[in-house]
C-alpha cells in the first residue's frame, strides 16, 4: 500500500490543492486496497484588464509597475506648457493659469501626473471642464472606471455616463467634442476607449507577482519545495485514522514555518520523504522575475536600467537611456496630450490655442541643448535674429 500527501497541509503556500477524485495523470499503481496521490495540472490564472484590476494587482502590488507608471508620470508631468496664438508666445493668458491651478484641491503638476496614471493604468483619461461666465474655470480628472461612452446610431460618441457610489448623470458632448475631453491611447479593436500599456504586460505582471508569492510561501515553509511522506512497510497494511491525523498535526506544527527551518525530520518505519519540488536554483528563479521586470519596463517604453533592474549600468550607459526615455516615451505622451488640450480649449476659449512643452526646461535633454548651443553659437553666416530662430526663440 502506498500513501503519499503534498507538504503543507494548509495556509498560503498550498494554492491548488489536489484531491484524490482528481483524474488526470496518475503517477504509481493503485493495488488492491490501495491509494495514491493523483496529481493534475491546474489551469494558469490571469490578471483581468480592467482599470481596477490593473491597478490593485500593478501599481498597488507589484514595485516594478508601481516605480514604471510614476516614473513616466512624474517625469511627463514636471514638464511645462507654452501658449502660443498666430505663432506669437503668451505669456500671460488665462489658460496658462488654468493649467497651473486646475482646481482649488490640485495644482498642475498634481493634476496632469494623476491624468497620465489614469492613461498608463486605464488608456483612457477624461477631463471635466467647469465654466463661470462662459469661460473656464476648473478643469476636474474623472476616474476612467466611472465612466462609459454612449454611442449613437452612427457609431460616435454622443455623451458619457458618469457614475459615483450610487449617483449617476450624463454629460452630452456637443459638436465640436466640448463638455468633456477624452484621451485615450491606441486601441487596434476598440473605436471608442483606449488600450493601458499595462495590459500588455499582463503575463509579465502576473508571473512576477506569483513568483513573489511563491517565494514567500516557500519561506514560511521552512524554505523547502513542497514534496510527499510515502508510507509503504514491508508488511503491507494501512495507516490508521488517528495514525493518519497525528502525523499530519506533527509535521505542520513541527516542520512547517519559517521559525522552525533546518529541523531534522523523524521518520518512523516505512515513511520516506520524497521531493516533489522544483528548487529555487533549478526554476532560474531570480532571472525569471528580472525577466518579468523588463517586460514590464519593455511595456511602458522605460529602460530596465533605470528602474534599478540588473543590467550593463555604467555611467554613460544611463546617461544614453535616461535621454532615450524622455525622447521616446515622455515627449511624445507630452506633445499628443497638449495637441488634445489645445484643440479642446481653442473650443472653450473661442479662440485658436497652440500649447506645446517647453523643451528648454527638460533636465534629460540638457545635453542636446547644450551640443545645439554650440552648433549655432558657431555659425558666423547667422545672424543674432537667425540664431535665437534656430534654437526656438
Do not use: C
Amino acid at each position: 500500500m502506498k500513501l503519499s500527501f503534498r507538504l503543507p497541509w494548509r495556509g498560503p503556500a498550498e494554492s491548488s490543492p489536489v484531491s484524490a477524485n482528481t483524474v488526470s495523470d496518475t503517477k504509481g499503481a493503485v493495488g488492491a486496497g490501495g491509494l495514491s496521490l493523483i496529481a493534475s495540472e491546474a489551469p494558469a490564472h490571469w490578471t483581468g484588464r480592467s482599470y481596477g484590476a490593473l491597478a490593485r494587482e500593478g501599481f498597488m502590488r507589484n514595485p516594478v509597475a508601481h516605480r514604471t507608471v510614476r516614473l513616466v508620470a512624474e517625469a511627463a508631468a514636471a514638464i511645462p506648457w507654452l501658449a502660443y496664438e498666430d505663432g506669437r508666445e503668451l505669456t500671460d493668458h488665462p489658460v496658462l493659469a488654468l493649467i497651473a491651478r486646475p482646481n482649488p484641491r490640485m495644482g498642475g503638476p498634481d493634476f496632469l501626473e494623476a491624468l497620465y496614471g489614469h492613461l498608463l493604468l486605464s488608456g483612457n483619461a477624461y477631463v471635466e471642464p467647469l465654466a463661470l461666465g462662459g469661460r473656464p474655470a476648473e478643469l476636474h480628472l474623472l476616474r476612467p472606471d466611472r465612466v462609459s461612452v454612449v454611442t449613437g446610431a452612427d457609431g460616435w460618441p454622443e455623451a458619457y455616463d458618469y457614475r459615483a457610489d450610487t449617483g449617476r448623470r450624463r454629460i452630452a458632448v456637443g459638436r465640436d467634442g466640448e463638455g468633456l475631453l477624452h484621451l485615450k491611447l491606441f486601441h487596434p479593436l476598440d473605436d471608442q476607449t483606449g488600450f493601458p500599456p499595462l495590459a500588455a504586460a499582463q503575463v509579465a505582471l502576473d508571473l512576477h507577482n506569483a513568483s513573489g508569492r511563491w517565494n514567500k510561501a516557500l519561506l514560511d515553509n521552512s524554505a523547502r519545495p513542497s514534496g510527499a511522506l510515502v508510507y509503504q512497510p514491508k508488511e503491507g497494511g494501512n495507516l490508521s485514522a488517528d495514525q493518519y491525523e497525528r502525523l499530519k498535526q506533527e509535521l505542520d506544527e513541527g516542520y512547517s514555518g519559517p521559525m522552525r527551518a533546518g529541523r531534522p525530520l523523524l521518520l518512523e518505519g516505512g515513511l520516506d520523504w520524497k521531493s516533489m519540488g522544483l528548487s529555487p536554483k533549478d526554476m532560474d528563479f531570480v532571472e525569471a522575475r528580472n525577466g518579468a521586470a523588463r517586460d514590464i519596463a519593455l511595456a511602458f517604453g522605460v529602460p530596465p536600467m533605470l528602474l534599478g533592474i540588473p543590467g550593463d549600468n555604467t555611467y554613460a550607459n544611463y546617461q544614453e537611456a535616461n535621454r532615450a526615455f524622455y525622447r521616446l516615451t515622455v515627449l511624445p505622451l507630452v506633445t499628443r496630450t497638449a495637441a488634445r488640450f489645445s484643440a479642446f480649449l481653442s473650443g472653450l476659449y473661442l479662440r485658436p490655442l497652440n500649447l506645446v512643452p517647453d523643451l528648454d526646461q527638460v533636465a534629460g535633454l540638457s545635453a542636446e541643448r547644450d551640443a545645439l548651443w554650440a552648433r549655432v553659437g558657431a555659425a558666423d553666416f547667422l545672424s543674432e535674429e537667425e540664431k535665437r530662430e534656430a534654437v526656438g526663440y
